[in-house]
């Protein structure tokens, strides 16, 4: 994590004509898109993430994150019953007022069965660990819903600076190389685009990106698209890959 996070840091850092001719925005992200595969896969990608974070980090306290139900499905939104998620790293509590608040919103349920065995929460943890140090976490299981749905409960719990919302979700899976680099473009041109149709073959956390792009819309939050690759750009098997994409979505900037 600390190699993967130096990098990321070193490239963030580095001057970019692009960023200096886009409007004035909020300078730290209100919500990340990052990946969930093994660390030595799409770690590089998802510290491209939260290596937009910066110094302004410590003022997260709370963190929605939202990832996709691999092993179950169902309809609507599993919240985790567990008051803490445990890493090598320590103990995350859970944030029991969100949790209460977003269990208003329909379609939103307690379960502990979809979190079980998922993995797409738990791996962005540590990066999360290392950069906030203390904070607390709302995690959501995404099944089946709407980006209607997802944006509802999203928007329960958007908070101001103090809250951080992560979608967790790969790109295409066990595609040849150069066709992943291919789907993988389009799939990142749609979520720049705000597009809230995405579908299963482009991104298994399509639910939670359509809903977050849903709020995306209507806040007027502008997408940037930070790390595009695939896990044959990480190792050496190009035969089947998965690709993997970091986003970072931004608030406009309020001017006094």
Known sequence: ?????????????????????????ASMPKAL?????GYVYSGPIAASAYSTLGDAAHGIERVVLIGPSHFLPFSG????????????LGVVPVDDAARRDVLRVPHVV??????????????QLPFLQVLLGEFRVLPIAAGEATAREVAAALECVWGNEETLTV?????????????????????????????????????????????LMHVARERDL???????????????????????????????????
């Open 167 to 211: 979608v967790s979700s790969d790109l295409s899976h066990y595609l040849e190389y150069a066709a992943a680099r291919s789907v993988d473009a389009s799939t990142a041109e749609s979520i720049l685009n705000c597009s809230t149709e995405l579908g299963g073959e482009q991104a298994c956390g399509c639910v939670g990106i359509n809903g």
């Open 110 to 123: 307690t379960a502990d069965t979809p979190h079980a065995h998922e993995h797409s929460l738990e791996v």
């Open 77 to 88: 939104l599993a919240v985790s019953r567990a008051k803490a998620f445990e890493t090598p």
């Open 1 to 25: 994590l600390a190699d993967c996070l130096a990098q990321a840091i070193g490239r963030q850092a580095a001057p970019n004509a692009a960023d200096a001719a886009r409007p004035a925005r």
């Open 222 to 256: 502008e997408v940037r698209l930070l790390d595009l690759r695939n896990s044959g750009d990480t190792t050496v098997e190009r035969s089947r890959v998965v690709g993997y994409g970091a986003f970072a979505l931004y608030e406009p900037r309020v001017t006094r």
């Open 33 to 37: 898109i990052a990946p969930h595969a």
